[in-house]
């Protein structure tokens, strides 16, 4: 069956992705158990390659969380070996990394950071492995075999998590950083062997007072990425 367009829905999808934003700070109140079921079932909707729906999601909440959030610290701060499952970015060439640069120094203008103080940037990067204080973590894993292309679908699904929340007052950030240490992850939950950790989502109720969440990451325009042909 084909969806009817509709003016309406397609306004309102524009106001949720023009909403969602990386959420660097978190209130601790947590998201009820009836919320964060209707975000994942609006996620599981997500496409994928052959239907294979590669995507596997731990949440951990109250006391889960913090024994999460103990072990990232632990492992951060005590320059543990990483781990990842996936090669993290090689190098950042051109516009790609004048973008980087840029979210970098809007980060940290926000929060007070010098440019060059290389012991404040290594505290704020330990934010990311307290999950930002989130009450909420979710753990997204794909499976070994699917290799990139799992990892696509499992991106797709990380997006429609994210705007599906933004939809129910619920703030995310995507988290690349924690899957440093896939293989603490995976022990940490039990997880098959198997399984491949892409990345985890921090979610919660945003800290709105706080002035990392004050900025917004511009998007390039369409004629930065698109080329037609007719």
């Known amino acids: 069956?084909?969806?009817?367009?509709?003016?309406?829905?397609?306004?309102?999808?524009?106001?949720?992705?023009?909403?969602?934003?990386?959420?660097?700070?978190?209130?601790?109140?947590?998201?009820?158990?009836?919320?964060?079921?209707?975000?994942?079932?609006?996620?599981?909707?997500?496409?994928?390659?052959?239907?294979?729906?590669?995507?596997?999601?731990?949440?951990?909440?109250?006391?889960?969380?913090?024994?999460?959030?103990?072990?990232?610290?632990?492992?951060?701060?005590?320059?543990?070996?990483p781990t990842p499952d996936f090669a993290f970015p090689r190098e950042y060439r051109g516009a790609l990394l004048d973008r980087r640069r840029a979210c970098g120094f809007q980060l940290y203008d926000a929060v007070g950071v010098a440019r060059g103080d290389k012991a404040a940037y290594a505290r704020q990067s330990l934010r990311n492995f307290a999950l930002f204080d989130a009450p909420h973590v979710a753990i997204v894993t794909t499976d070994e075999a699917l290799g990139a292309y799992g990892a696509l679908d499992c991106g797709a699904y990380v997006s429609n998590f994210m705007t599906a929340a933004t939809a129910h007052g619920v703030a995310t950030i995507a988290q690349a950083a924690l899957a440093v240490h896939s293989g603490a992850i995976r022990a940490h939950f039990g997880l098959s062997e198997e399984r491949r950790v892409v990345c985890g989502i921090s979610f919660g109720r945003a800290d709105e007072s706080h002035p990392v969440n004050g900025y917004r990451t511009p998007r390039a325009g369409l004629d930065e990425v698109v080329r037609w042909e007719e």
Not at 9 to 28: G, K, Q
Not at 37 to 63: D, F, H, R, Y
């Open 1 to 81: 069956m084909t969806a009817t367009a509709s003016p309406a829905d397609a306004a309102a999808f524009d106001r949720l992705m023009t909403a969602r934003h990386s959420c660097r700070a978190f209130l601790p109140e947590p998201i009820p158990r009836a919320t964060i079921e209707a975000i994942l079932t609006t996620a599981q909707k997500t496409a994928s390659w052959n239907n294979t729906q590669p995507w596997q999601v731990v949440i951990a909440s109250g006391a889960a969380a913090e024994r999460f959030r103990a072990l990232m610290l632990g492992l951060a701060s005590g320059g543990a070996e």
